[in-house]
Structure formats: structure tokens, C-alpha cells
């Protein structure tokens, strides 16, 4: 090991240990769902190429030990003494990058399916979005049977008030401030590790919200809510906008005019393309501005609206139950050809790369959920990095929005993110170069996740398979007149 490695090495640890005193210190723990199953013997990853997601530099040669469920040791390969018993893989010719984060998905009672697909794709962790409460039991009650499932962080049920009664099963419909108030407790009494806000009619309720999480000293994400302002949100403290919603009305000159609509969320869409027009490139520099120094991160889910787009459902829905197969397909046929959503999703586009070339920091999410066409859990999320560099992000960037930048949301760098000495071992292990062509990241060799090493073959066999359902051997009924469809998100918002 050269000197200047071996300080590297030094300040690493001297790091994690003071951060690990740091957090022991002052009782910060969360309430997250881990995996509980490790590997009993060291596990030794030979000859590998370690791909540093800060910089980008590719470190060949290394040999990396896991003990337990931790890295606890990377050096160069003729510079290791080997542990006795352990478990050796071969990683010649490989990459290793840190377990991939999808931070939008819900998981709902469809855990049994998502848990295999999320790690087979090396996605060893997720940020549930809202989810109907008991399902949170279900989820607990597989792992701890030991099912193998990737860490989970849940906000318990999404907190919401939407139009009319509509009534879902994850989310709590709330009418007051003091029913909002409630939701927070019911949420933190599940062990949510934060809040997911929505939209309500007054922002009188939001900030009930945001009171009472104080309370409880849980964070709040979700939608950018309406008729709350950005900037208003920024200085409540909500640390994630869902969608980018709201985002073309807060940097158009005409930002009061919008949010003071009373249609806004029926016309959602409409709005947002409206406002788009009046856009105002010194109010957007001062937004992004305030969202870089406050660490707001935002979640664009580009995937989520390209699929509703798509006219035919996705080849890969092989691993997609088929009452859900034919429930997209009834969607994709009886959506009448959306010019709105395809206007939106090119203004989005082009918001990204202005958000992202303003440094504005982003999270790859997808809304993986069975019943959004065409989501997949997992996969959808490497489709949502594709997207990201297809809109300017360099493929390190897209990289940083499931490693690094998911770490530093949640406040552990200090064990996630990046494949450093010290960190959790999750972990995946690439065939060819991500930062070479991101599409790479679907190419696993194996994937390692709290220490356990699980080979690509392995993993297939846990995950089920279907027939595709063929789009013709669905029939769709005409709807009756002026009913509206249950789960449309075309002119208004969904419920997720
Ligand atoms: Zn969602």
C-alpha cells in the first residue's frame, strides 16, 4: 500500500468511527426495515474494478473482503493476506458499484413479487411512498421469516386530501387540521421514517403537517402540494419534490396567478404547460439556487409518464402477474392518444437538464407499482438512469441519483452510497463499464446486499415468471358515459 493510500485508508476510518460516535452520541437511529440474514464466513471479491461513485475514477485490481455485512477491507490484489474459510468469488474483468436505490416506489401487498425483482436487479434499497398500513406489517412479518427483501425506508400511509372522497388504500384522506395532525401520529406510531405529503385545499393543512412531524422528528417528502409555493415548501424543510410537479408554475412569471386557481389540480397538466410559456430564467436560477443550498432534492420519475405513453405493453412484463398484464393492457387501450401527457413529458425533459446543470440535486425514482402501466420493480429503474443521461445527466450522474445522492438524502453516507471500508456491503457486481454506457448497470454478474453474495442465476430462480398477455386477447368494454376512469392520471394527479 502506497503512503498516500494508507492515509486515505487512515482518514476513512478515523471518519466512519467518529461518525458512527457521532450518531450513537446523539440517539440518531431510523426506524428503517434491514435485512437481518449476513454471510457467516468473510467473503472475498478477487480482482475486481472498483468504481469510485464520487469521481468517477476506476480503481482496478482491488480485492475486497466483507466481514459480517460490512467492507472491512479494499486494497490492491498483491497486497492482501487472505482471511482463512472465506468465501472467494473471482471478479476479474468486473465492476463494483454500491447496491442501487430506487427512492419512489410502493410497494403495497405486491412485496412478494417486488422483494426478488428489486435484488435481482440490484436495487438493494428502496424509499416505500406510501403504502396502505398493515401491508407495512405483512412486509416485516416475510423478512423476518427470511424472505430476502432490500432495505426499506417507508413513510407509512401518504397523508392527502384530494377531491370528492376518493378513498385509497394508501392513504389517509384527511379534511382538518386536526385530522391531518392525527395522520402524522397514526404514521409515526407504524414507525414511518418520514411523511409523505400530497395536496390539500388550504396550505393551512400542510403546515399542520409539518408541525406536528416536528413533533416526532420525522421528515417530510411527497409532492410539491397544491396551493403551496416552492419556496414555501423549501422553508417548511421538505426535502424531496415527487415528479417535479409544480415546478413549471414556480418558475413562471405568473406563479400567483396558477396556484391561485381553483381547478389547479383537475387541470394539473393543462397549468404546468401553460406556465411553461412564462417561463422566467432569473426566478428559476433563485429556485434552484435555494433548492442546491437547502439540499432539496428532486425526484423526476421521467419513466413513470414515458410508459403511459407507450402503446403496447413492455416485453419485460413477463414478471408481471397477469390479472395486472391485462389490467395495463385495458389501460393502454382504452386511453384515448394523450397530446397532453406527451407536451408534459418533453417540458420535462428540458427541466431536468436545467435543474441539473443548475446542480440541483436529483434521486432516481420510478413509482414502481403494479397497477402504473408498464412499472416493473427494478428494472424500471434502470430505464429511469437511461432516461436521466438521455436528458443531460453524464452517465456518473445518473449513477450518483441511486448510489451517492439516495446516502446523503437519507443522512448515511457514513454506511451507504459508495463502496468504501467501513460501509454496508451492498453491493453489485457489472459485467461491463456503467460509466461507459449506462445501460451497462443491467448487466449483473452478482449482486451482494448486507454482506451475502447472491450470483444473477440465483437470483432468476426467485423470481417468477408469466406468459405475456397478448394485447389482442384483451377485449375492451366501452366505458359508460361521463364515468371517469378510477386510476386516469391523463388531466388531473393519481393518488400516488
Ligand atoms: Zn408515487
Known amino acids: ?17 467518529l461518525c458512527a460516535g457521532l450518531f450513537g452520541a446523539v440517539g440518531m437511529t431510523h426506524a428503517s426495515i434491514e435485512p437481518t440474514a449476513t454471510n457467516k464466513v468473510p467473503l472475498v471479491l478477487q480482482d475486481a ?5 464520487r469521481t468517477g475514477e476506476l480503481i482496478e485490481d482491488q480485492t475486497i473482503i466483507v466481514t459480517g455485512n460490512r467492507i472491512s477491507y479494499i486494497g490492491d490484489n498483491d497486497e492482501v493476506t487472505l482471511p ?6 473471482n471478479a476479474s474483468g468486473q465492476y463494483v458499484i454500491p447496491g442501487l436505490w430506487d427512492m419512489h416506489v410502493h410497494l403495497d401487498h405486491d412485496h412478494e413479487h417486488a422483494f426478488p425483482l428489486l435484488l ?14 398493515n401491508d407495512i406489517d405483512k412486509w416485516k412479518n416475510v423478512i423476518k421469516k427470511g424472505m430476502s427483501a432490500p432495505r426499506i425506508i417507508y413513510a407509512g400511509s401518504t397523508i392527502f386530501q384530494f377531491k370528492g372522497n376518493l378513498e385509497a388504500p394508501h392513504v389517509i384522506n384527511v379534511k382538518s387540521e386536526k385530522e391531518a395532525r392525527e395522520a402524522v401520529r397514526t404514521n409515526a406510531s407504524k ?5 409523505k405529503v400530497y395536496s390539500y385545499k388550504t396550505p393551512a393543512i400542510y403546515a399542520a403537517i409539518v408541525d406536528e412531524a416536528k413533533k416526532y422528528r420525522l421528515p417530510i417528502a411527497g409532492h410539491l402540494p397544491m396551493p403551496v409555493r416552492a419556496i414555501d415548501a423549501v422553508r417548511a424543510g421538505q426535502k424531496s419534490i415527487e415528479h417535479m410537479y409544480g415546478l413549471f408554475i414556480a418558475t413562471s412569471s405568473k406563479e400567483a396567478e396558477f396556484l391561485g386557481k381553483a381547478d389547479y389540480e383537475d387541470r394539473y397538466y393543462e ?5 411553461e410559456k412564462h417561463y422566467d430564467p432569473k426566478r428559476a436560477e433563485r429556485l434552484f439556487n435555494i433548492f442546491v443550498q437547502n439540499e432539496v432534492y428532486q425526484v ?3 419513466i413513470t409518464e414515458k410508459n403511459e405513453l407507450k402503446s403496447k405493453i413492455d416485453s419485460r412484463a413477463i414478471y408481471v402477474p397477469t390479472a395486472f398484464q391485462k389490467a395495463w393492457i385495458k389501460m393502454i387501450k382504452g386511453a384515448e392518444p394523450d397530446k397532453m401527457t406527451a407536451d408534459y413529458v418533453k417540458i420535462k425533459d428540458g427541466m431536468v437538464k436545467k435543474m441539473n446543470d443548475a446542480g440541483v440535486p436529483i434521486l432516481a425514482g420510478t413509482d414502481s407499482d403494479f397497477e402504473l402501466t408498464n412499472l416493473i420493480y427494478g428494472v424500471s429503474l434502470h430505464d429511469e438512469l437511461q432516461l436521466l443521461v438521455e436528458n443531460g445527466l453524464s452517465p456518473l450522474q445518473a449513477l450518483q441519483t441511486a448510489t451517492l445522492n439516495p446516502a446523503k438524502y437519507m443522512e448515511r453516507v457514513y454506511e451507504l452510497g459508495t463502496v468504501e471500508e467501513g460501509k454496508l456491503a451492498d453491493l453489485v457486481l457489472l459485467k461491463a463499464n456503467p460509466l461507459e454506457d449506462i445501460r451497462n448497470t443491467t448487466r449483473i454478474s452478482a449482486v451482494i446486499y448486507n454482506g451475502k453474495l447472491i450470483e444473477k442465476k440465483e437470483l432468476e430462480k426467485s423470481i417468477k415468471t408469466y406468459e405475456l398477455v397478448k394485447m389482442e386477447d384483451v377485449k375492451v368494454e366501452p366505458s359508460p358515459p361521463h364515468k371517469p376512469k378510477s386510476s386516469s392520471h391523463h388531466h388531473g394527479l393519481h393518488s400516488h
Open 1 to 17: 500500500m502506497t503512503i498516500k493510500a494508507f492515509h486515505k485508508k487512515l482518514t476513512l476510518i478515523i471518519a466512519f468511527v
Open 49 to 53: 474494478t472498483v468504481v469510485d461513485v
Open 84 to 89: 482463512k474459510h472465506a468465501q472467494v468469488r
Open 120 to 133: 435481482g436487479n440490484g436495487v438493494t434499497g428502496v424509499r416505500d411512498m406510501g403504502a396502505p398500513l
Open 191 to 195: 414507525g414511518a421514517d418520514f411523511l
Open 271 to 275: 397549468y404546468e404547460i401553460l406556465a
Open 300 to 302: 423526476p420519475m421521467l
